[in-house]
């Protein structure tokens, strides 16, 4: 969950956790499970592990053995995600796990050797093209299924609108493709982008949405989402600044009184690679 110069909060991760599982995509699940192997440990390479959420996640809805490989830049993030082991298996089956604390947009050659498929959860907004690029060629490279999931497309509706949400979504999906000193991110256009990168190699790569629904009943959730969405839209627009209180107010008021919803929009991809050529 960590890339260069981005550190994601255990906080924020927890969280998150429950609101990400509700979200993905069951379907690409069951289609990833019919293209692997019957018999024998799978492998799985997990980058951006963060705490381990997508582990704790997927694992339990694919039978037999399991071997996770857990990648992040934050070794304070890997060991939790070592202690918090998912598992066991669909079928009862063991779940092992190890972790390399590693840079996933710089992977050496050859480190993903040996997967029976990778997944990654909310990261591919958080790279750069040339970071993105570096990542695909990576995945490609190992020639295995992909699950991408949970990348934001930059679409956020609230309920009840207000006037503001439109020029507040606007900034904050501007600060989402802000000049950084890795370069520009991608934000938003990380999905498409990565479909279209995988697509050119001749893979086949299924696209699914992946909402988040939040309500009264993840009210903590909202709350912290909220407040980093409109942090990041004054950040890149200060003139909002100015209308910012009266607006937070409004939206904290109504989340108190069980009246705001949100659904904040994201992307799951399975990537599917080309079959070899015989002979």
Known sequence: MTTQGTRVSRRWLALREPADSAARAPDLVAHLGRTLAPAGRRVIHDLGCGTGAMG??????????????LHDRDGDLLELAAAGLPGPAADGAPITVETRESDIAALAPGELAGASFLTASALLDMLTADELAALVSACAGAGCPILLTLSVVGRVALDPADPLD???????????????????????????RAAQEFGARGAEVLIRPSPWRLGAREAGLLRQWFAGWLHAACEQEPVLAAEAEAYASRRMGALTAGRLAATV???????????????
């Open 166 to 192: 439109t020029r507040v979504a606007t900034a904050f999906n501007a600060h989402q493709r802000r000049m950084t000193e890795r370069g520009r991110l991608l934000g938003p256009e990380a999905a498409a």
């Open 265 to 279: 929009e994201h992307a799951d991809l399975l990537v599917l690679p080309r079959p070899a050529q015989a002979g």
């Open 56 to 69: 704790r996640w997927l694992a339990p809805l694919l039978p037999g053995p399991q071997h996770w490989v």
